[in-house]
């Protein structure tokens, strides 16, 4: 029987997990709720208990795994330790260190969950075949993740593919969850698409299919409007587009990846929204026609546990 490795991805309502090949073959994967009572103290246990159980029902031996990997919703460190990660209660703690502790000494690695989506997309996603990649995660909020050499750059303090809180629109006067004012993820998430459409809506008194949305409007909602031609939806998708294509021209000339995977709930709207943001992002970036690619995430809500188990394969 050949290795195995195991990829755990905690988020703030399940703990997705998958057993793996060694080659990246997806064997069996599961989900167990996320018990964030008593400041996430049962989290690490729950985890260590069904892998367990899953290895017993799969009949594999602890021996045979080569470790686990772990993605979790805050900044880490490069030894594993986690300041905070506001979602599960976490505070001051080493959370690869206590599983390995709990799963008998098994080899443990820990990683940012942005950036090990974003080594999931490169190893087995739509990253695949490249070694340098950037992931932008456009969901409720906007994540990112850099791949250089197929390894993270999680950065010296673990800020690195904070890409959703880099400033980009300085006529913004709210303030992100960040404590900044113009950030990234204030435009290109979910949240940020639906409130500038509410705010154009406000602003103006042309019709719009949008209207019929009230305050309850998405992002999904000003997609599928844009691509009906909808002329207040394509005004808001456009802004949104080039301040995209403007924050992916920044990091072209900063990292220089081989491709920018566009991933996250908003890219559901396919390349309707990537040929947008390509359209700007190369008008940014005059200075080469030799540069990454733009293309779609694959791997949808997986690509945690695929980067986890890779991250124990390095």
């Not at 709720?33 to 069904?50: C, H, M, Q, W």
């Not at 979910?190 to 209207?211: H, N, V």
Request: charged letters at 20%.
């Amino acid at each position: 029987m050949g290795k195995k490795c195991i990829g755990v991805d905690i988020g703030g309502t399940t703990v997705k997990l998958g057993l793996f090949e060694t080659d990246g073959t997806l064997l069996f994967k599961w989900e167990i709720p996320t018990r964030k009572e008593e400041n996430g103290r049962y989290i690490l246990e729950d985890v260590a208990d069904s892998i367990r159980h899953v290895l017993i029902e799969k009949q594999i031996r602890m021996s045979d795994v080569v470790g686990a990997g772990m993605g979790v919703p805050g900044p880490v460190m490069p030894d594993g330790y986690v300041e905070v990660c506001v979602n599960l209660g976490w505070r001051a703690m080493n959370p690869a260190r206590e599983l390995s502790e709990l799963l008998d000494g098994m080899q443990v690695v820990g990683g940012n969950d942005a950036n090990v989506a974003a080594l999931g997309e490169m190893w087995q996603g739509g990253g695949m075949g490249f070694t340098d990649i950037v992931m932008v995660t456009l969901g409720t909020g906007v994540g990112g993740g850099i791949i250089i050499d197929e390894k993270i750059v999680a950065g010296k303090h673990g800020l690195g593919g904070e890409i959703g809180h880099i400033h980009i629109r300085d006529d913004e006067t709210e303030h992100c969850n960040c404590g900044g004012v113009g950030c990234v993820e204030q435009i290109g998430s979910a949240t940020g698409i639906a409130r500038e459409a509410r705010r154009r809506l406000a602003a103006s008194d042309k019709p719009s299919a949008m209207r019929q949305y009230g305050d309850a409007i998405t992002a999904k909602d000003v997609l599928d409007e844009a691509k009906n031609g909808d002329e207040i939806a394509c005004e808001v998708v456009d802004v949104v587009c080039r301040y995209l294509g403007q924050t992916l021209a920044m990091l072209a000339m900063t990292v220089d990846p081989q491709m920018f995977v566009i991933g996250g709930g908003v890219s559901k709207a396919g390349t309707f929204l990537t040929d947008q943001i390509n359209r700007y992002y190369q008008y940014y970036t005059p200075i080469s026609k030799n540069k990454g690619i733009v293309g779609l995430a694959k791997l949808g809500n997986d690509a945690g546990i695929y980067g986890a188990a890779r991250m124990v394969l390095s």
